[in-house]
Every structure is written in structure tokens, then in C-alpha cells.
């Protein structure tokens, strides 16, 4: 089925690890994004490629970084992780006249 | 700059009744608002959206109408069903170039008990 596929589903890490969230669409959108939920929080942004080729950041990104490899994949890394990265990340993708399509998530909790 | 504002949840409804979640707005020049749904363990999904005030976006019995004039986007449904039981996001995204951006409130938990 067309859509957003996140990998992994779930992860655990150990304080200062590292590792990437792959997430890769079919849609042929232009835009993704990568976004985390937090209780309470709702949802944060965290970087956003508005197309092939650029980044920028949102709202939350320190202690991140992401690469748009091509059309189709938009990837987010963690360093050196931290206790405060524990959460719910969410990967999306849209076209500028239409809403988001979400991936199904990936729980990762940093210990 | 853009902020969006929920009710506070959670809400528990008895089935087969009446819903409203609110949701007000702040936001600069002519923003479309959506709601989305999240259920259990999965992500997002689109329930409905408006791009101009006084537009009418509906879906799967749930309605919303975007009012410029009090900034509100709250959702209703006449009828609501357990399957109904999920957490309910609003949110908005500004219009014009290079506006990519959702802006979500903090979402509200709807269960709905037989």
C-alpha cells in the first residue's frame, strides 16, 4: 500500500549511542518531515525538507540532524543520545495544497 | 506567531452521544486547518480539513466549519461509536509560499464507553 514506512518500529538506546531513523515515501510528495510526540506535548517539529535537496529546522532540533538522500528518503539522526530524546517519532510527507500522510512511528527510549 | 489551542481532554462519552472537541487558533494571513486522528499505536491520520472560512470540512459523520471571525475549528459528531475512541489532533498551516509547516494543538483523548 503507498504511504510513509518508518524503520524501526521500536529501539532502545543506551545514554550516548547512536543511531538513524529511515522513513521513505511513494507518494512522489515533495515535502517531509520529521516530528516528535511527547505527552502533554502534542506534536513538535523537528526538521522539515520542503524539497529535494534542502533542509531546515523546526521547532525542536537540537541534539538532531537529517539528510533528504533523495525524493523518496528522509532520514534522522541521533548522535549522542540523551535521556530527553526518549519519545515517539513520527515521519510525514505532503504536498503543499493537501495534509500530511504519517508513518506509523518509531518508539525509542534512551536509557 | 502560530499557536493552536484544544480543549483539554480526556473526554468520555456514553455512546450515541453528542461531541464537540474545541480548538481556537492564532495565526497570521488565511491558514487551513485539519483535524487528525491517532489511534491506539499508530500514527495520524487525516480526519478532515477546511481551506477558507466559512468552509465546511466533513468525514466519517464528524464535521467541522472554520470560523474566521471567532478563529475556532471545533469538531462535532452527532452520534459518536466506541470505534470512535482515539486522540483527536487540531491543527493549521499558513497559507502562501514556502508554507509547509502543521502547527498542532496538544490533542484531546476521546473514549467512548457502551
Known amino acids: 500500500n503507498a504511504g510513509v514506512t518508518q524503520t524501526p518500529k521500536f529501539q532502545v538506546l543506551k545514554t550516548g549511542q547512536s543511531m538513524t531513523l529511515q522513513c521513505a515515501q511513494d507518494?512522489?510528495?515533495?515535502?517531509m518531515y520529521w516530528y516528535r510526540q511527547d505527552p502533554g506535548m502534542g506534536l513538535r517539529l523537528i526538521y522539515y525538507?520542503?524539497?529535494?535537496?534542502?533542509?531546515d529546522k523546526g521547532e525542536v532540533p537540537n541534539g538532531y540532524n537529517v539528510s533528504r538522500l533523495n525524493k523518496r528518503e528522509f532520514s534522522l539522526r541521533l548522535e549522542s543520545a540523551a535521556p530527553s530524546q526518549t519519545s515517539v517519532y513520527f515521519c510525514?510527507?505532503?504536498?503543499?495544497?493537501?495534509?500530511?500522510?504519517f508513518g506509523s512511528g518509531t518508539r525509542l527510549t534512551v536509557v | 506567531g502560530n499557536s493552536v489551542t484544544q480543549m483539554e481532554g480526556p473526554v468520555t462519552l456514553s455512546e450515541e452521544a453528542f461531541l464537540t472537541i474545541n480548538c481556537t487558533y492564532t495565526?497570521?494571513?488565511?491558514?487551513?486547518l485539519f483535524w487528525y486522528v491517532q489511534y491506539p499505536g499508530e500514527g495520524l491520520q487525516l480526519l478532515l480539513k477546511?481551506?477558507?472560512?466559512?468552509d465546511k470540512g466533513s468525514n466519517k459523520g464528524f464535521e467541522a466549519t472554520y470560523r474566521k471571525e471567532t478563529t475556532s475549528f471545533h469538531l462535532e459528531k452527532g452520534s459518536v461509536q466506541v470505534s470512535d475512541s482515539a486522540v483527536y489532533f487540531c491543527?493549521?498551516?499558513?497559507?502562501?509560499?514556502?508554507?509547509?509547516?502543521?502547527?498542532f494543538g496538544k490533542g484531546t483523548k476521546l473514549s467512548v464507553i457502551p
Open positions: 510525514a510527507s505532503s504536498e503543499v495544497d493537501y495534509g500530511y500522510t
Open positions: 507518494m512522489n510528495h515533495n515535502s
Open positions: 525538507s520542503a524539497s529535494e535537496g534542502t533542509t
Open positions: 495565526a497570521t494571513g488565511y491558514p487551513s
Open positions: 477546511a481551506t477558507k472560512a466559512d
Open positions: 491543527a493549521l498551516r499558513n497559507s502562501g509560499a514556502g508554507s509547509y509547516q502543521l502547527t
